[in-house]
């Protein structure tokens, strides 16, 4: 029998190691890495080709969402499976505009993870039981219509996107250079282009915009976490 091939994407290293314990228990899957950000589980991808990869929302360096896009240009073939704490529709919208197949939340057993993973590398999507009763039928519909359409971008480039993240989470232009490997003045060219494409003007405006994308979370939900 051949297994399934999984890739866990979580900052959390205790989530992480749980999950690959979990796991490892069924027959028919196999977890070949782990990553802990976005930026290295798009590099992953392009080294182990998993089948199936289970990837968290909020991270640092490059979101989850993000890494959905990236990962779907590299190897499309490959099905993504959110694993997230949050419970608003509209990240379930932000993510299957992005092209993840399903949407688990973090308190879900592991049978139905396990049931999740099975179903989006059949090609199907699958949604946890609290999403099922939050959407109505029509607009379960829908949701599923965006994960099969080619997945929506915001009109922003990926590194764009990589520093608008890194900018709402309060980097100064020389730490986000350092970041990325790339230099200060190419950072606040990015970010004259963020403003300009998306009618924002400071930094305050562009955190706004990108706790509304999803792509950081808001203070209180990272106090939290």
């Known amino acids: 029998m051949k297994r399934i091939t999984v890739l866990l994407v979580e900052d959390h290293r205790i989530v992480r190691e749980g999950l690959h ?12 890495g782990e990553a802990q950000d976005g930026r290295q589980a798009v590099a992953m991808v392009k080294k182990l080709r998993p089948a199936v990869v289970v990837m968290d929302i909020a991270m ?14 590299i190897v499309p ?35 139905v993870l396990s049931k ?14 609290f999403f099922a009763k939050l959407f109505p039928k029509r607009e379960r519909k829908s949701l599923d219509r965006a994960v099969r359409s080619k997945p929506r971008n915001l009109g922003l480039t990926s590194r764009e996107i990589e520093v608008l993240q890194l900018t709402a989470e309060g980097k100064a232009n020389k730490e986000t250079a350092l970041e990325l490997g790339i230099g200060i003045k190419t950072v606040e060219k990015h970010r004259e282009h963020l403003m300009a494409k998306l009618d924002i003007h400071g930094i305050a405006g562009l ?15 990272l106090t939290i976490i």
């Open 116 to 129: 999740g993973i099975r179903e989006v590398n059949k090609g199907n999507t699958f949604f946890c039981p």
């Open 60 to 73: 640092s360096l490059l979101n989850g969402l993000e890494a959905v896009r990236q990962i779907l240009k």
């Open 207 to 221: 955190t706004r915009y990108a706790i509304s994308a999803g792509i950081i979370e808001s203070s209180a939900q």
């Open 21 to 32: 314990k979990l796991l490892e228990l069924e027959d028919d899957l196999e977890v070949v």
């Open 77 to 111: 073939s490959t099905k993504i499976l959110i694993l997230s704490a949050h419970t608003d529709g509209a990240y379930v919208k932000n993510a299957t505009d992005s092209g993840a197949m399903g949407f688990l939340l973090k308190h879900t057993s592991a049978h």
